[in-house]
């Protein structure tokens, strides 16, 4: 590893509990970053789970020069997917989820459009979630609306592409405990001037294994994440 160059890519990934799909979704990803002719890295955060995925991402990493596994004890999804963005070192920075409900394919799509952004977003296209998290995303985009004057379609899906630069600006003002950091990410692009763009990305249902968020949790969660972005966008609102 210490030989490698330094990535114009990193792809943050964080993981619980995907035993069941995790070594066919990292290695299609590195296939796929291969094929395009990007030279990245692929960091998997296992959080803490109980099901033998850091063990399957500690035979891949040793198998897959780009992929670093990390594991560490349950921190919650979106402590963990911040403790990827202030570790990783390339130009861009790319977030997804390793559930495989938007799969690597049309990241070409978003790559493109990194000359005319600071931040890609990916919206799930052709979505079919249960009603809960469709009211979830709707308050989520509801929030960035009137807490930032935005319009975004999805503000937490995660599909992102951010470059660092602008990414490394944002971070200060996210909670380290933050719930949805996407969401609160997704307000302070759009509330500071950043070029936001927004790509499709089909969206398809897991092959294997369930949600790990229990919809009452999800809801409670939610609740938080709109407290936590409020206070986040009544703080840049006084500054």
């Known amino acids: 590893m210490a030989d490698r160059p330094t990535p114009t890519l990193t792809v943050v990934m964080p993981a619980y509990n995907e035993a069941g799909v995790i070594r066919d979704v990292v290695s299609a990803w590195d296939h796929q970053l291969e094929t395009l002719g990007i030279p990245h890295e ?39 997917v911040l403790r990827g963005y202030a570790e990783a070192g390339g130009e861009w920075v790319f977030q997804t989820d390793s559930d495989d409900e938007m799969g690597p394919e049309p990241f070409a799509r978003l790559w493109q459009r990194r000359h005319d952004a600071d931040v890609v977003l990916g919206y799930r296209e052709g979505r079919t979630a249960p009603l809960v998290r469709r009211i979830v995303t709707a308050v989520a985009a509801w929030t960035i609306r009137v807490g930032f004057g935005a319009r975004v379609r999805d503000p937490n899906a995660p599909y992102r592409l951010f470059r660092r630069a602008a990414l490394a600006r944002l971070l200060p003002a996210v909670p380290a405990d933050a719930f949805a950091p996407n969401v609160i990410l997704t307000g302070l692009a759009c509330g500071n001037g950043l070029r936001v763009v927004e790509v499709p990305v089909p969206y398809r249902r897991r092959r294997t294994g369930t949600t790990s968020i229990a919809r009452l949790r999800l809801l409670r969660g939610a609740a938080l994440s709109f407290v936590q ?11």
């Open 42 to 80: 692929i960091r998997v955060y296992d959080d803490g789970s109980r099901d033998g995925t850091g063990e399957l991402l500690a035979a891949l990493a040793r198998e897959r020069p780009a992929v670093t596994a990390v594991r560490q004890t349950n921190r919650g999804h979106g402590p963990t």
């Open 229 to 239: 972005t409020v206070r986040v966008a009544r703080a840049r609102s006084t500054r």
